[in-house]
């Protein structure tokens, strides 16, 4: 695809927060003393990005801040790149869920859409926000070599919106801790293709 010069995103979800495991959601839990290490040791002493993006939650943030200040690269806090709001289920773990109901988790893993925690937010709507911040983000930063720090879901969302995936598929994708995935995103005059290069790797 010829044209203008590709747009290189790394999507990179934050270490582990305090407080370990859970559904954390929209909880502004700030990284672990090990979430700063796998944090730092996923970026190494490079810092090959043009910009850095980030959610506003702390355990984005502070590193990603942390990395614009030592490097010299602009930040930009973007609101809509939030993690999921788990509704009911924020701050409670795995087995306490299932401890209430076994197949609570299963029915949600396979269908978000119909079995989402009560109040939480709605996937399309979830959908729509991340999708709007990435259309802003790869026409804004065009040509450049962007860092996104952010949650699981939201690379969950992204890595499925490239892949035109089914929505209720989602969270069949796995997302580790301080692991990165990239896109590519190549544009003529006729539209925009976006490719992901590797998921839930490292640099």
């Known amino acids: 695809m010829s044209g203008a010069a590709p747009t290189l995103v790394d999507l990179l979800r934050h270490g582990e927060p305090v407080g370990?495991?859970?559904?954390?959601?929209?909880?502004?839990?700030p990284l672990s003393e090990l979430g700063w290490q796998e944090m730092r040791e996923a970026v190494g002493?490079?810092?090959?990005?043009?910009?850095?993006?980030?959610?506003?939650?702390?355990?984005?943030?502070a590193f990603a801040r942390e990395l614009s200040l030592s490097h010299g690269r602009p930040l930009v806090l973007e609101p809509r790149l939030k993690e999921i709001g788990f509704g009911a289920w924020e701050g409670?773990?795995?087995?306490?869920?299932?401890?209430?109901?076994?197949?609570?988790?299963?029915?949600?893993?396979?269908d978000p859409v119909r079995h989402r925690p009560p109040g939480a937010e709605p996937l399309p709507a979830f959908r729509d926000r991340v999708v709007l911040a990435w259309d802003e983000i790869i026409s804004r930063h065009s040509g450049k070599r962007v860092l996104v720090v952010c949650h699981a879901g939201v690379i969950r969302m992204l890595v499925r919106h490239v892949l035109d995936m089914p929505l209720e598929r989602l969270f069949r994708l796995h997302v580790p801790s301080a692991s990165l995935s990239r896109v590519i995103v190549e544009r003529n005059g006729t539209g925009v293709l976006p490719r992901l290069l590797f998921h839930a790797g490292r640099l």
């Open 20 to 29: 370990g495991k859970k559904y954390r959601g929209q909880l502004d839990d």
């Open 92 to 110: 409670r773990t795995a087995a306490e869920l299932l401890s209430e109901d076994p197949e609570r988790l299963t029915r949600f893993w396979s």
């Open 45 to 61: 002493s490079d810092c090959p990005w043009d910009v850095i993006v980030t959610s506003p939650l702390a355990r984005c943030a």
